[in-house]
């Protein structure tokens, strides 16, 4: 999967070259408006079959990049190849692209098969195997008794199937995907992220995913394109961005995490420390050079009240939240952080006002600068 | 979904408006029940009365089957109303379109020239066309100056038909418009990423949107060419002979009412019938912009026959389009819109244009180019107090028709928007009433009307007058507005402490303001522009500017109608910009 | 009081309805003064335009000065019956005088909406035997002549219907009146019927003749003023049109020369709408506009005849040649009868709409 690796240029150098030439490359793709950026000069690569998610805040540049890509912006620099071809001035009716709208964008005066079979007709495609398609596709997304409604007259949830359907139908060989569960409840979110996983399954196609849930692009994506303020923060699997995250804001956006910010020092054995408000701790793995600022990264799974750990600090409960599959402790420390630890299973919680230790293992923390 | 939330929610708390949203309409209703229909139906009922014998009668309509003139301008009269309407949504289109998608601020300045010959009188714009097309015209004598042959283009249907499609124009735009900048425009994205080339994405898909606001527009330029007269007549050859000609001779000339009444009822049964038309294939209430209620049920022949002449009209713009760009190259084809808009403006300030140079002139006729120039018409419109004072008199009553129409019509629009009874389509179609009866026949029933109230003669009885004839235009205006206003707004509020009426005056007033400003606007130039009305119930005591104008053609045009036509355009200009500052939403 | 009191009818029937509040209100607010036979003040209804300030000058003046009697006036429509018949059916008096043309009086007359002027020919000396009737005056004389541009026609200028007819001698852009009335009488003079035998009309001939010429008119017209810009600004270079209308184009600079030959004359006067309250004023005045010094006064501005021949002694020459009750002009026109059209012009209405359309 991870044949080729997206890059942003200032943060990682390109890995070698790729087998073959992948399903969409970006090259320095720029958006400017006026002098505002909205998308600094960016590369990525996509792999054919890949399911790649954009992840970001709003104004991260997201949007910005899938609409360039679909040919709906024109870019103020760079270029877009699909299979190795450069369509960055090819119209958006001629891309081999399908985009699934925030909206749906379903043309509300054509029923829900005339919908689906738009991209067919445009295609130039006989009525009868229009019709044909149009069935299978509806099948697909379950909906096969649906096709001689409109739009309005569906739920939210069927709206969205009708819109995969619609795109799914031409088999584009990339299909993109503009936070197409945004306006939904989170069962029926949830329930469709499986669905678009089982048709991505099924189809075996390149999806590119734009999302600002974090839950979702972990649960969904091969890969995370993680942006920020216009450019791409980092690119990895779903683990990678977790358990590695390369910078403060790249813990901080996805899933909960401690950081505690202090300078790199040296302790009594040589071993390198973070000194920071709440006290010194251990660090492993390439180190960065002392006197350097830097945050130590610890997920709350990683913390302990009362385990093993070769860091240990001390603090009185604030609360205790519990979120059904587990509870969590909100520790204020001496130095004025508040620290979220994972109760371990089984564990009976500390009280509020209750004095504990809060323990991790060096190797457990990520270093970011 | 959320709209849908909201209705559940307002169905389940049935008793928040009292009496019930239609409640807001009796007033309208009140007010048309006898200010139009007792008059219209007085004079109506004529036509089936034998009065020597005191008993029911059907000899004047026996006359109008009998004999085929009368049927043969009805004919003439539903083909040239037709062809205004059709040659109006073809010029006005694709202005409008231009127009939606614009930025909303550029917008509003260039929909100030489009309203241009709102702001003209139906006479002067009449004779600004003479001046335009005649035989010694600026036309012809531009053409006459590069050699060519002069063009017929006065007293024919061309010329009838640059009258009427340059008065109905605008109303086509402004009709048409706000349907188009509703169009959600990532539906146009949609049909591209799908595979729709722009001429396909534009008649498969935005064409369809905007479908409601043509057929909207289309039904009312219709219904109101329908009751031209002035332009057909001065314009136009024989053959354009209309029908509202026949009656306003029958009523003025021959002093025969009863037949007045029969040819009355025969052209409103034929308009009702249109309208009657209408209503079956798109629903009146499309008339607001609204979008096609009848999406759902339209499931028939029609509408797949609809479909493929699309898509045979999208292969067809393919070709032209195609084989037009590889002439002009891409580069110009790009130009071809702004191009054509501005042509299309340009037809709709000409007249104008031509006005404020003959007001001027130092010539006793409307000579153009004026031979020399002087103030001299200025002088005789600022020193003649007839002048001036009805200039006074129509702005006044013109104001205050525009605050009672925009008032009645506004809680008329609110009621039907929050109404669900089944009698909304029959109230809707009754407020647009007032467009389809011929001015002549109210305004004679309204002179009987106000004689025994002791209207006649009054400046209230000109704004009774004038308000029913503006409340259609307000109507259509507001509700096209408050179809698309949140109600949840107008709940927070009450929740938030306001009572019903601090709800209205500060969260929906503000909020459909737009809707407000252009109500007002169409009832203050169709006051300002009415001549019937003011000729009977005017009484010739409360002289308007229309009916001065009138009367000063007694004996010959002369250039004092260009230098008020001027002066009014100017005061109305700058109320117009003031208008927009206001009108534009505070955010 | 026969087909007019249809309106009346429902008139009473819905007031019983309307109760008191109509009642209280039956007289328009602006109207209310005294509705005695001593009128301190009287509306009269002129055709508006230059006619106020000329009928000012020539008769409202001088009779408040001379009676103290105050003269409104107001501009009535071209075709003012309907108002009229409007006023005396309400009982809504806001015009006590009316210019009306000798087809609006017959046509008020004969749905019996006149009000009686109680004197008689003796009264009024030296005016034409035409001008007066049991209950309307004439006082000013107007005619359908043949207007033509003098650029266009120099040296061989079309002088009779015959000529106007002739489109091989006399070439150019014609124009005639949407309507029968004078069109008909044309028509007839262009076939050859001697002027003192028009009437009545040879409708059959009258249509032939018109069938002759339809297709050489470039415009039908339909309003007074309209028919003046045509000749005025050279879109047509002959037509039928009123004299005072030709008058004005020539009066303001414009290459316009009248043929008086075979013009038909008609009068235009005073009535008083029935039941009028003020009616004894009304007929005072009426009464002081038959005076041929007052008529001659209104000739300085309006191109019309004075129906009070006398007037001719104070009008200059030069004037009098442009009106049409001057000798050398009328003696070569004859009165359009009215009698004949108010019988007719129904049918002959629809007979030329229905010709016309083709």
Known sequence: ?369 | ?587 | MRKTSGFSMNRRSLMKGAAGIALGASLPAGLLRPASAAATQITVADPGGPYSPAFRKAFYDPFEKATGIKVINVAREAEPTAQFKAIVETKSYTWDVCTLTLSARDILNKQNLLEPLNFTAADVPGLMPEALTPLWMGTDVYSTILGYRADKFAANAPQSWADFWNVEKFPGRRSLRKNPIDTLEQALLADGVPLDKLYPLDVERAFKSLDRIKSHIDVWWTGGAQSSQLLQSGEVDMIALWNARAQAAIDGGAPVKISWNQGLYSIEGWGIPKGNPRADAARQFIKFCADAARQAVFTEVLAYGPTNLDAYKSIPKERAVALPTFEANLKTMAIAKEDWWSVNRAKMNERFNAWILG
């Not at chain 1, 519990?322 to 299973?345: D, H, K, N, Q």
């Open chain 1, 1 to 369: 999967m991870l044949a080729t690796h997206g890059t942003a240029q200032s943060i990682q150098s390109r890995s070698a070259a790729p087998v073959a030439a992948p399903k969409l490359q970006v090259d320095d793709l720029t958006k400017r408006y006026g002098s505002f950026t909205a998308l600094q000069p960016t590369r990525l690569d996509v792999p054919a079959g890949e399911f790649l998610t954009l992840l970001g805040p709003s104004g991260s540049g997201k949007t910005t990049l899938l609409q360039m890509i679909c040919g709906l912006v024109e870019p103020s620099g760079g270029r877009i190849l699909i299979d190795g071809k450069d369509e960055t001035r090819t119209p958006v009716h001629k891309r081999d692209i399908g985009l699934v709208f925030q909206h749906y964008a379903l043309f509300p005066h054509l029923t829900v098969a005339e919908n689906i079979g738009f991209p067919l007709r445009m295609r130039g495609m006989a009525a009868a195997e229009v019709e044909a398609r149009t069935r299978g596709a509806l099948d697909m997304v379950h909906l096969g008794h649906l096709g001689g409604r409109f739009p309005k007259e569906l739920s939210g949830g069927q709206q969205q199937r009708v819109a995969l359907a619609r795109c799914f139908v031409y088999q584009p060989s990339i299909i993109l995907m503009d936070e197409p569960l945004g306006a939904l409840d989170k069962k029926l979110r949830e329930h469709m992220q499986q669905e678009i996983k089982r048709l991505h399954r099924e189809t075996g196609a390149t999806i590119v995913y734009v999302t600002h849930d974090q839950e979702e692009a972990l649960a969904m994506s091969d890969r995370i394109c993680l942006m920020n303020h216009a450019r791409i923060e980092q690119i990895g699997t779903p683990h990678e961005i977790y358990a590695r995250p390369k910078t403060a804001f790249a813990a901080d956006f996805i899933g909960v995490s401690n950081i505690f910010r202090g300078r790199v020092q040296r302790d009594a054995h040589g071993t390198p420390v973070l000194v920071t408000s709440d006290g010194s701790f251990r660090l492993t793995g390439e180190a960065l050079p002392d006197q350097d600022e830097a945050s130590l990264v610890v997920r709350p799974e990683q913390l302990d009240l009362d385990g093993e750990g070769d860091n240990e600090v001390s603090g009185e409960v604030v609360d205790t939240v519990y979120a059904g599959s587990e509870t969590r402790v909100l520790v204020a420390l001496g130095g004025g952080t508040t620290v979220t630890v994972r109760l371990r299973r089984g564990l009976a919680p500390p009280l509020p006002g209750d004095r504990v230790a809060v323990r991790w293992r060096a190797e457990a923390g990520v270093l970011v600068s």
């Open chain 2, 1 to 587: 979904m959320s709209a849908a939330t909201f209705q559940g929610a307002a169905d389940t708390e049935p008793r928040r408006w009292r009496f019930g949203p239609l409640w807001l309409a009796a007033p309208g209703l009140a007010f048309l029940t006898v200010f139009f229909v007792v008059p219209v139906a007085r004079l109506l009922g004529l036509s089936v009365q034998d009065l020597d014998a005191g008993t029911w009668s059907g000899e004047h309509y026996a006359r109008i089957v009998d004999t085929s003139v009368y049927f043969r301008v009805l004919l003439g009269t539903f083909r040239i109303s037709g062809l205004t309407a059709l040659l109006s949504l073809l010029f006005g289109y694709p202005l409008a379109y231009w127009l939606a998608q614009l930025p909303e601020r550029t917008r509003g300045k260039a929909v100030l020239f489009v309203m241009v010959p709102f702001w003209t009188s139906y006479l002067v714009k009449t004779f600004a066309w003479m001046v335009i097309l005649g035989q010694k015209g600026v036309i012809n004598q531009i053409l006459a100056g590069t050699g060519l042959p002069s063009l017929p283009l006065l007293h024919n249907e061309f010329g009838v038909m640059a009258g009427m499609v340059h008065a109905m124009l605008p109303l086509a735009v402004l009709t048409m418009l706000p349907v188009m900048t509703t169009i959600d425009r990532r539906l146009v994205d949609a049909a591209g990423t799908l595979g729709a080339s722009p001429v396909n994405s534009f008649w498969l898909v935005y064409f369809q949107l905007s479908l409601p606001g043509v057929a909207a527009a289309g039904l009312l330029t219709f219904i109101s060419s329908l009751g031209f007269f002035i332009v057909p007549a001065l314009l136009g050859g024989p053959q354009q002979t209309m029908l509202a000609q026949l009656i306003i001779a029958q009523i003025q000339e021959m002093l025969n009412w009863a037949f007045a009444g029969a040819l009355s009822t025969f052209m409103l049964v034929a308009a009702l019938v249109t309208c009657w038309v209408y209503d079956r294939m798109f629903g009146l209430s499309t008339l607001s912009g609204e979008g096609s209620g009848r999406a759902g049920s339209a499931q028939g022949r029609l509408r797949a026959a609809g479909m493929r002449l699309l898509a045979a009209l999208a292969k067809g713009s393919t070709t032209l389009g195609g084989a037009a760009g590889r002439v002009v190259g891409p580069r110009a084809m790009a130009w071809l819109l702004p191009l054509y808009s501005a042509a299309v403006i340009v037809f709709l300030v000409a007249p104008a244009l031509v006005v404020v140079p003959i007001a001027f002139t130092s010539s006793p006729f409307l000579d153009f180019p004026p031979p020399g120039y002087s103030l001299n018409w200025f002088r005789v419109y600022f020193e003649s107090d007839v002048w001036v004072g009805a200039t006074v008199r129509s702005f006044g009553v013109a104001f205050a028709t525009a605050i009672l129409a925009t008032v009645v019509a506004g809680l008329a629009a609110l009621a039907l928007a929050r109404s669900t009874s089944r009698w909304r389509g029959a109230i809707f179609a009754f407020f647009l009433a007032p467009m389809i009866v011929p001015r002549i026949v109210f305004a004679v029933g309204l002179f009987y009307l106000f004689a025994q109230i002791g209207l006649v003669a009054t400046d209230i009885g000109l704004v009774i007058g004038h308000t029913v004839l503006a409340l259609p235009f307000a109507f259509i205006a507001i509700s096209a507005v408050v179809k698309g206003h949140d109600w949840r707004l107008d709940q927070a509020a009450a929740t938030l402490g306001a009572n019903r009426f601090k709800t209205l005056m500060l969260v929906t007033v503000p909020l459909i303001r737009g809707g407000l400003v252009a109500a007002f606007l169409f009832a203050f130039i169709t006051s300002f522009d009415e001549l019937s009305v003011a000729i009977f119930v005017g009484g010739g005591v409360k002289t308007t500017l229309p009916k001065q104008m009138w009367d000063d053609m007694i004996l010959q045009l002369n250039p004092t109608l260009a230098a008020v036509s001027f002066v009014v355009f100017v005061i109305v200009m700058a109320l117009l910009l003031i208008a927009e500052r206001l009108r534009r939403p505070a955010r």
